[in-house]
């Protein structure tokens, strides 16, 4: 079969190494002769690939002993609840910046547990820029943000400064698209099926201070950040097989390095906008400083060629450029793992469409 250029939003393109790893392990995990899905996620061949993913996140990011790693499950969206869960008390405040579907679902949950002060939202404009030059209230329990919003295609490459308020960040879809200074966060949580492994798992990073700041009410054991970091991800049974990608594609992240990794990124997204800007049948939707090199969305200025161009792409092997049902238009993800080839076969069938409609 010829290649297939995946620009799915999530799941997502993962580096051939993981798939080609993880093929192998269904077959025969560790030379334990089982299944990796068959296997108990007590066995030391398994302890030892949660040990490994946990340590691989702390060495890419340069994590010291005062945060903790765990992998989670129920998605991203969970954290939605956990966070405000296990930092609110009654009467308690937490900031957050509403820059879409994804922090307004975050939003929506922490208003079940206290208060919410929006500081910041990009909703006038159907959330296509960053908010800037907002201030966080000194006595916000916590302030959230989003480093890159999925389905609108911004991305933040400057994070505000909180005043020690301290910084609760998801970055589901740009998570080791590039370096960031990871000291300046108190907890970072990404669901893994966006820039790290499949669907099933969640990466949860916490600072030790902040997770002594908890709530003092009683909150239901599996939703306790504490249980799951004095258990090591293991206190009911782990996503196995999720953790297990994630452990390979996190080896892959660290031999080519994130700043290596930024460079690639870039290179592709300066790519695709060139051709964006150039090109007269497509507009970018996204204010240029704010544009995210994760998620590129565009959209054609006759509405009528869109179901057009993507036949026409998928004629020619390049899947998942529909945009998010809730914004039409068309997306690009490029994230770590799509090579630049894949980006360079987009760029001419945009041309090609173009001069077809001359
Ligand atoms: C996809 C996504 C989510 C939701 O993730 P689930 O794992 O499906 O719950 C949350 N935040 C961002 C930024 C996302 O891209």
Known sequence: MSKVHNFSAGPAILPQSAIDASVAALQNFAGT?????EVSHRSKEYEAVVAEATQLVKDILKLDDNYAVVFLQGGASLQF????MNWLNDGDTAAYTNTGVWASRAIKEAKLFGNVNVVASSEDKNFSYLP?????????????CTSNNTIYGTEMFNFPETNGVPLVCDMSSDIFSRPFDASKFDMIYAGAQKNMGPAGTTLVIIKKSFLETRVTK???TMLDYAVHIENG?????????????????????KAIGLEAMESRNTAKANLLYTEIDRNTLFTGTVAKEDRSRMNVNFILN???????????????????????????????SLYNALDIES??????????????KK
């Open 33 to 37: 002769g089982l299944s990796l899905i």
């Open 218 to 220: 009683k909150i239901p």
């Open 302 to 332: 006759n509405v009528e060629f869109e179901a057009e161009f993507l036949k026409f792409c998928e004629a020619k092997n390049l899947v998942g450029l529909k945009g998010h049902r809730s914004v039409g238009g068309l997306r690009a």
């Open 233 to 253: 991800s293991m206190y009911n049974t782990p996503s196995v097989f999720a953790i297990f990608v994630c452990m390979h594609t996190l080896r892959w992240i």
């Open 343 to 356: 980006v360079q076969v987009l760029v001419d069938a945009m041309q090609e469409f173009e001069a077809s």
């Open 132 to 144: 800037k030059g907002y201030s966080i209230p000194k006595d916000a329990k916590y302030f959230h």
């Open 81 to 84: 609840d956990m966070i405000p």
